[in-house]
Nanobody, 127 residues
């Protein structure tokens, strides 16, 4: 079955960096656009970043633009999220997700467009 497993979550001080990874199995990874979302306590799940099947196109939420970078390695079936200059408001559970598409350039910010989700990894940023 399809599995998406996130790792790399931790507790860091404001201004610090973390790198999250998501390992995918049970699917043809190159056929899926990938995304990162996050959910803070008491809040809805929010879009963070998305990347196309080949990795040639990516988009980031305005709140993380310039600080976070999504990337993927189709040879390893993984995506990463490099997070720099972390802020307390970045504290959340971070989820990776996979969206199947025939369009090589497809990306989406819509959680409803994603077919598979990981279990999440906790990121806590202290002030």
């Amino acid at each position: 079955q399809v599995q998406l497993v996130e790792s790399g979550g931790d507790m860091v001080q404001a201004g610090g960096s973390l790198r999250l990874s998501c390992a995918a199995s049970g699917l043809t990874f190159r056929d899926y656009a990938m995304g990162w979302f996050r959910q803070a306590p008491g809040k809805e799940r929010m879009f963070v970043a998305t990347i196309s099947r080949s990795g040639s196109i990516s988009r980031h939420a305005d709140s993380v633009k310039g600080r976070f970078t999504i990337s993927r390695d189709n040879a390893k079936n993984t995506i990463d999220l490099q997070m720099n200059t972390l802020k307390p408001e970045d504290t959340a559970v971070y989820y990776c997700a996979a969206a199947n598409s025939l369009n090589a350039y497809y990306i989406t910010r819509m959680a409803s467009e994603y077919n598979y989700w990981g279990q999440g990894t906790q990121v806590t940023v202290s002030s």
